[in-house]
């Protein structure tokens, strides 16, 4: 093994100009992966829909270009193109093509790389498999996708999927119920390698105002609007509770059931208890979790749940579902709890029981939580086990 491994990054998504806070943990994971003594770099097929083409600005912007930068001190290679919806053969096509060319055109300022990260099989570990093929590196896959859970891959998709975990040098998934559910349905053994975030970034900030029932409860939610997130679910759980100075639910993020999300409010009566803030930065989202008394996520999948790593870094307490990945996260009581899903009952008894526990919670609770999700989930710690599971995978010299 070279003494610093060369890693050449390739992700499904990646924080781009439209949505710079999107997928942002991968970009903290590479940049805890510089930090940790690899080299790295990223290769990413950037693909709008081609629904959103949006006339001549935006093929100007995106007209099939391999664009570079390093905004992060590692150099990003992005190929700016379209996929069609719907058309899930063809847009794993373009997506590898995009990539073999970005691929040449890093190789040939930047070196070649020991060995390839690919974050979730469909499409950038496909794309990888067929990359290490032709230029004989090895690569690992590292799964995130909620869609092996929900049924939603075709049967095209699960052959890609399959084909690339059983090329990989190592297949991770980012929790242990997920690790078990592609482990029993690929027949490959698949390793927990949870995400991770910069504790420093979500750190308690002092200013946490206590719960004493004297005043709103706060209750926070970041995610998408769809049913995977289970926002009816808390909007109905809220409903229920009867607090003697009321309850504010703030919820940051965007989707097409948003306004039915907002007229079931206004339909339980309590559309002045509910606040929907749409899209917001990576700021936004740590002051609501400091904000919240309590940080609720009550997913009806979830393969891992990085909010609530976050929430629980800003020392924030959280209610999730059992719903795949909060399983691997809320391990311990002092983090809040577990609920299960669909329950709106249930998850209205947790937030008044954790209230409750607020009242008599010590001082040093928020930084407890903080300093466990470092250890846990830190992006610096997870850097370095990451890169000591690697090396047997990586060719030794190859570096340039």
């Known amino acids: 093994m070279a003494d610093h491994p060369h890693i050449l990054v390739l992700p499904t998504w990646y924080p781009n100009s439209r949505r710079p806070d999107y997928a942002v943990f991968f970009r903290v994971q ?33 007209h099939f270009q ?11 290679l992005r190929w700016h193109g379209w996929r069609i919806p719907k058309l899930h053969d063809i847009s794993a096509r373009i997506f590898l093509n995009a990539a073999q060319r970005l691929y040449q055109a890093y190789i040939a300022k930047y070196g070649r790389p020991d060995i390839i990260l690919a974050h979730t099989a469909i499409n950038a570990g496909w794309a990888a498999k067929e990359i290490a093929k032709s230029e004989g590196i090895p690569f690992v896959v590292v799964e995130h996708s909620t869609h092996f859970a929900r049924g939603f891959y075709s049967a095209a998709d699960l052959d890609r999927a399959s084909q ?8 991770y998934a980012v929790s242990e119920p997920f690790s078990s559910l592609l482990s029993d349905r690929f027949g490959v053994t698949v390793k927990y390698a949870p995400n991770a975030i910069d504790t420093a970034f979500f750190a308690p ?33 809220v409903a229920q509770l009867d607090l003697s100075h009321g309850l504010e639910l703030r919820l940051i993020g965007e989707g097409a059931s948003q306004n039915s ?26 002051d609501l979790m400091l904000w919240s008394d309590i940080f609720a996520l009550p997913s009806r999948f979830e393969t891992f749940g990085v909010v609530l790593i976050e929430a629980l870094a800003t020392g924030t307490t959280v209610i999730a579902t059992r719903s795949g990945g909060p399983e691997s996260i809320v391990t311990e009581p002092f983090l809040g709890q577990l609920v299960a ?23 040093d609770l928020p930084k407890r939580r903080n300093a466990h999700i470092a250890e846990r989930f830190g992006s610096d710690s997870r ?3 990451f890169l000591s599971g690697l090396k047997p995978y990586i060719l030794k010299g190859s570096s340039s």
């Open 341 to 363: 899903a669909e329950d709106s009952t249930a998850l209205a008894v947790a937030i008044k029981e954790e209230l409750q526990n607020l009242v008599d919670a010590p001082t």
């Open 66 to 76: 391999i664009e570079h930068e390093s905004p992060d001190g590692y150099p990003v």
């Open 164 to 171: 690339t975990f059983h090329a990989a040098k190592a297949v």
């Open 261 to 286: 999300y907002r007229a079931l409010a206004e339909e339980l009566g309590i559309g002045a208890k509910v606040t929907f803030l749409g899209h917001a930065r990576q700021t936004q989202v740590r």
């Open 30 to 62: 590479t940049k805890a992966l510089q930090r940790a003594g690899a080299t790295v770099g990223v290769i990413f097929p950037e693909l709008r829909e081609i629904t959103d083409f949006g006339g001549l600005k935006s093929a100007s912007r995106n």
């Open 383 to 385: 850097a370095r086990a």
């Open 205 to 237: 900030d002092g200013h946490r105002l206590p719960f004493n029932f004297d005043r709103p409860a706060r209750l926070g939610f970041v995610g998408t609007m769809d049913s995977k997130k289970g926002v009816d679910v808390l909007i109905r759980a």
